[in-house]
């Protein structure tokens, strides 16, 4: 496995739920922090939520701060994005990636999964 594999994109109503799941391609020195990223049609690719393997919490945009939770199984090496009181904005494709520190920076993250489609329907 060379990149990371996301999963768990739908459509859902506005208020609903969702959870994605992040296979990263590899925890290792190089990738020790798991981010998710999102890009909405005719927009930037923007920062979701990180977590770092090594412990602690994770981090969040302001616009998902209190709605979405981001957490990792080390055994299983999977990263979860807890999606709840989802909305229309939220809309986009959820990419997960792999980087070397803690940061909300796309450029700083090296490793990119293909993307999942979450759609919000209002």
């Known amino acids: 496995q060379v990149q990371p594999v996301e999963s768990g994109g739908g459509l859902v109503q506005a208020g609903g739920s969702l959870r994605l799941s992040c296979a990263p391609s590899?925890?290792?020195?190089?990738?020790?922090?798991t981010a998710w990223f999102r890009q909405a049609p005719g927009k930037e690719r923007e920062f979701v939520a990180g977590i770092n393997w090594s412990g602690g919490s994770g981090w969040y945009a302001d616009s998902v701060m209190g709605r979405f939770t981001i957490s990792r199984d080390n055994a299983k090496k999977l990263v979860y994005l807890q999606m709840n009181s989802l909305e229309p904005e939220d809309t986009g494709v959820y990419y997960c990636a792999g980087g070397a520190f803690q940061s909300r920076e796309k450029d700083h993250y090296a490793e990119w999964g293909q993307g999942t489609q979450v759609t919000v329907s209002s």
């Open positions: 590899q925890v290792t020195f190089s990738s020790r922090v």
